[in-house]
């Protein structure tokens, strides 16, 4: 592999860019010892001298190594890795050996090496030993693999003060947004404890930004942070005096610093940097991988059907054109070669369409820095044309009209164009105030475009508009949703789904967990006719009527299609044949078919029949093929199940569909395949190459012009997007493999200084193997005296809920605290260096115990099914859980109610219901969205706490009951804190604007730019872009950067919540406690019956 040099970095102490030449080679999270760097780089763990020089490879797993800390005597590196399935410790000597594992955690969250204690014990971060999650700072043994907890809530990283005496340590992991610049509640700061003192020291609290990685030197804290608006080195004394700042780089932050005698060594843009305490200028470590740079080599695309966007089948059915991984193929639907029909690498190519009875394709390209379409021919051999040349922002994909003359396309700002393949000339036809358009649909005389906009009540109508006027006219009111058009072989219909089947499941208010209406099977089946007079080839016939000459017959089975080339003159004849459209009173002449209501799409005519994608549920879940002959006496036919999607080519002959990880194609005749293998397109010897080095190129600038197109302020925040694009893009040529990709456009697009911009995904090399361990939902400790593991806690959960139980507490298995496990299948726990070691892959199989009961010196066996890590992770939550409740219960006597919400998903409104509805009659409610992981039913939960008791029913006997049913009467707080996040912030600040209470907490997380994830890179990694801004009726925008402010400040500090105290709890109970006290909210009495006129009062 070529080695490239001269690229830019900017590393000067102020904000001059000196030239740097350096080998291939990105270099991130070292470590330094004496001489001696550690470092990660095309994801193995490298050792160089300081002075730089040929580094020295230390690993060579398919996995990531990362976190490199090497220990305080130079012999030995730890680092986490996931050899295994889960990101685990290992250590590894310094010069390379065989790694040691030396942490069994299993966390789906992973681990992090953190450092090392000066006495030789290995400190990392993990979620593993939180019933909340958040993250812990733990000490392990190399050898003994002995753990001791530092005892400190939400602690990330840590250095030890002299003498051992305390420890700086960063507060909060760093949350998951690639944002530069943050400010909002989980912001990483810096904070002292002293060994035995009652709680932390927050050492930066005058600075709102980011302070973290703390480094002890010279009885000075050494550590990273952005108060220039980058992130440098800065230091000050151990009580947070004295401020000073050591390196003033622009453009690129300081990244993963870390430090030995006097000298801190850390990342900066791709590089790596040295700075002497003593002489404190950054000097770049020179250094040349001895490498073969296997990620940079050609890659074969082995499973494009992984990479699948988009595919399209020509008019014969004989072709079917793919775009997978950014290429586009041309694959025989019988027999014939698979043609690659774009080789040209570091572009990306997709939204394949068939230009109608032509060998031709149009394709969206990025081949010249903006998405522009092209048109190639089907079989490879003649040089691509660029058909547009003035794209500026994100377009989607070309539907041509049935002549081959125009095709239709949107954009994402909501704009529908038509072009002119003849004249090179592109239109705006009309303009969205609300969504985009879709459903774009031609006739089959390419005179009328259908298609559907969505009007200011958010309702979707479906227009047509006709090439010869340039006008659009409505066909559908906006009363109804009506979308999905398609039209009629004939010219006589256009067809449509519309969602008019509004009759609820759930027929009234009353009864457990206040039902409400839901509208499933909501979707049916109409046509609109086109001219005055018709008659349905649906409707029964009738004296009146001889035969229904708006029958289509099938064109397989017809008489009078007894040849191809008479259904070709047919079909051409139908196309030439002029579609008459009488517009006046359009939107009264439809009728509904004669289908069932259910969950329909994608509503497409063929010739004889109309084909749909049928849902299990309104929400989406499996869909079936459906197919339905256009004729009197007819019912719907399930083509195929479970699919994925479909399509009809351009002359409505053929079908295409996606089913699992195949594409079949067969004849539009109402009917499924009867040989499914037959129908199958061949992907034998589909395979093809990619050059990583130009793709990843490629992906950069995608992920660049995608945060442009699709981020909710045109104006990116004021950031210059193109100069940033420049600074960055030379640092491509450095990157070495996937990850480091990663890195760089989350360096590039955390320059939007927003929230919700997540960076995945992507092809990354790894090992299969996936053997995580099991739990059996306890805390154990190993005392070789008694023989064996000791249970020392096992995990509660909810008592009315027993398949959640941990399989030690299940009635069966009945392991006390106390008792001691000896054998796991009939192995010593003790002749291994960890229990975890025999539970491995053990998750949801009997497993074979053998424990001594602490009151009993009588030895047992027992058989127990142990859970999944992540099971436990959800059960030590659990606890957290059912621990708050309690604790509401006990000290508010009975009179408050508490409901817990983790994120605002589907899952959780379930949980609402279970939390919500047993307590809806008491005085008092907390909401607790403490460590709430976001969502959108945020408006589901404040419509029942909107809901008001506003009269009373009072039955012959028994209590009284309100009006609205299951209104909550009482008085309410909401607990927020600082991982408080997304749509869980959104329901605090609706919670408080709108009066239902106050809030009680600390600052939440401040993301509420709504993202979407649907812009994919081409390897299926993405850089999600925040789309969705929010703004209050005051004119100002909300949450964004800052949080959510609480009405009442508690803060949880890190070591009295590591202790078990909920400060913020306690608040919430004590304000309600006195609210109550002021306001009991107890129910009316009920008032004397009345005594009506007329009739003799008696006692």
Known sequence: MEIRSLIFLLVGLLSTAEMVVAERGYFRRPSIHGD????????????????????????????QELDAAISPDGRFVAYSASYEGPREVYVLPIDGGRPRRITYDGETSGVRVRGWSPEGRVLYATRHFSTLPNTQLVLVHPDTLEQERVPLAQASDADWTPKRSGMVFTRLAKQSSSTKRYHGGSVENLWHYYDGQPEAIPLTADYTGTSREPMIWNQRVYFASDRDGTMNLWSMKLDGTDLQQITKHKGFDVMGPALDDGRIVYQLGADLMLVDLADPRPSVVSIKLVSDFEHTREKWIEEPMDYLDSYSLSTDGKRLAVAARGHVFVLPTGSGRAVQVTRKQGVRYRSVSFLPGSNEILALSDESGEMEFWQFNARGNTAPEQLTDNGNIFRYAPNPSPDGKWFAFTDKNFHLWIHDVEAGKTRRIDTSDMYNFYDLQWSHDSQWLAYVANGDNQMSRVWIWNVKEQASFPVTTERTESYSPTWSPDGKWLYFLSDRNLVSSVRSPWGNLQPEPYFDKRTQIFQLALRNGLTSPFLAPNELLDGNDDETPDAENSKDADSKGKRDDDQKQQNEKIIEIELKGITTRISRLPVAAGNYDDLVASKSHLYWASASSVSGGSESLMSLERKHDTEPVTV????????????????????????????????????????????????????????????????????????????LHGANWKELLDRHLPLVERVTDRAELNDLIEQLCGELEALHIYVRGGDHRSDDLSVFPSSLGAVLRKDAQVGGYVVDHIYRNDPDYPDELSPLARPEVDVKVGSVIQTINGVDVLSVDHINRLLRGQAGRQVLLTVKDFDNEAERDVIVQPIRISQEAALRYDQWELTRREQVEKVGNGKIGYVHLRAMGTADIGRWARDFYPVFHKQGLIVDVRHNRGGNIDSWILEKLLRQA?????????????????????????????????????????FRRLGLGKVIGTRTWGGEIWLSINNRLVDTGFSSAAQTGVYGPEGEWLIEGHGVDPDIVVDNRPHQTFEGKDAQLEAAIGYLIDRIKEDPRLVPKVPDYPVRPGQKKTR
């Open 950 to 990: 506003w009269f009373y029913w009072k039955p012959r006997v028994g209590k009284p009951y309100w009006n609205m049913q299951h209104a909550f009467r009482g008085h309410i707080v909401v607990l927020c804190n600082e991982k408080t996040a997304s749509d869980g912030e959104a329901f605090s600040e609706g």
């Open 36 to 63: 001696t760097i550690v470092f990660t780089a095309e994801g193995d763990l490298w050792r160089v001298s300081a002075a730089g020089g040929n580094a020295i490879r230390l690993t060579s797993h398919l996995e």
């Open 640 to 715: 195929m199940s479970d699919i994925k999607s479909f399509e009809l080519n351009s002359d409505r002959s053929k079908v295409t569909v996606r089913k699992s990880d195949s594409l079949y194609v067969f004849e539009a005749n109402g009917r499924g395949p009867s040989n499914m293998s037959k129908a199958a397109v061949s992907q034998n010897g589909w395979s093809f190459v990619i050059d990583p080095v130009a793709e990843w190129k490629q992906m950069l600038i995608d992920a660049w012009r995608m945060e442009r197109d699709y981020f909710y302020d045109p104006n």
